[in-house]
């Protein structure tokens, strides 16, 4: 028994959720979908409408956006079956076994990764740094993202016992994009609960501008030092992810200041590289870098 949780913001999710739909129909499990829309534009609204005709589907319209964490919470509290499917609202099915490949792995309380893909040709618009970086950093296949499983838990595609998600919510505290994921991983660790992965991606198909792209990276900054901040400066973050270790070390040798001005000063290479049409990630690690790093002042308040 399934509750499948999409939370929209500002996408057409009429095809994703017809998908998902014949396929739970197919499955013959009891279910329903879950579609919290958080305040997106009026042209969205409309189009999505239409989707509360479909059986089972349940529409709901907030009036304020309330963010990514907020509104996971929301439809957990809402959902009426044991098993909680989330998604973004930004995606695709690989094919028509997503909803039966989930349904196998509902034997015990548990949480399930499905991972993420990007469809395989490059797009030819300023979208390409965001294929770029999703199909080199983002995309692994499920055994290599079991090594370290909680490290490798992505909102984008996963399954979670209700019982679970009522120990464990999502922390408002965190608002704005980025590393809510990796919040709720920590508190998943600290909490004894491990992470499968398996071999069930979702396309995430909406791809940003490289503008979109570079100020929803800077957001993922700001949101990684509060997570650093909230955990109480917990070891355990850095060892996760790999800019916020880079970062520390330099805070610690008082080279974080320094650094973050020079990196501004080289920043309009990095965007010319960047928004180009042959961008090269080593300049997006020196603009998550510099960014990071001209925060320290906020940090130290915080």
Known sequence: MLSICIPIYNFDVRSLVKDLHLQAL????????????????????????????????????????????????????????????????????????????????????????????????????????????????????????????????????????????????????????????????????????????????????GLQTADEFLHKTREGTRNLLKVYTILKRDKALPEMVKLLKTWKLLHKSGLCYPAGIALKTIEPLMMRNLKGKKPQLFWLDLFKLGSICRQTVKFRKA
């Open 26 to 205: 197919q499955a013959g499990e009891k279910f329903e979908i879950l579609l919290v829309d958080d305040c997106s534009l009026q042209r969205f609204k409309k189009l999505n409408q239409e989707c509360a005709s479909l059986q089972n589907v349940t529409l709901l319209e907030l009036e304020e956006n309330v963010g990514r964490s907020r509104i996971r919470n929301m439809m957990a509290e809402r959902a009426k079956y044991p098993w909680l499917i989330f998604m973004d609202c930004d995606s695709q099915c690989r094919d028509n076994q997503y909803i039966q490949n989930y349904l196998i792995n509902t034997k015990k309380e548990c949480i399930v990764c499905g991972g993420r893909l990007y469809l395989p040709d490059p797009p030819p618009d300023s979208t390409y740094l965001h294929w770029l970086f999703g199909t080199r950093r983002e995309v692994k296949s499920h055994n290599v993202r079991s090594l370290q499983p909680n490290h490798s838990f992505m909102t984008n595609n996963f399954m979670i016992a209700a019982s679970i998600m009522k120990k464990i919510k999502f922390n408002e505290k965190l608002r704005g994009y980025g590393h809510e994921d990796t919040l709720f991983g920590i508190e998943l660790l600290k909490n004894n609960i491990k992470i499968r992965h398996i071999d069930n991606p979702l396309y995430h198909v």
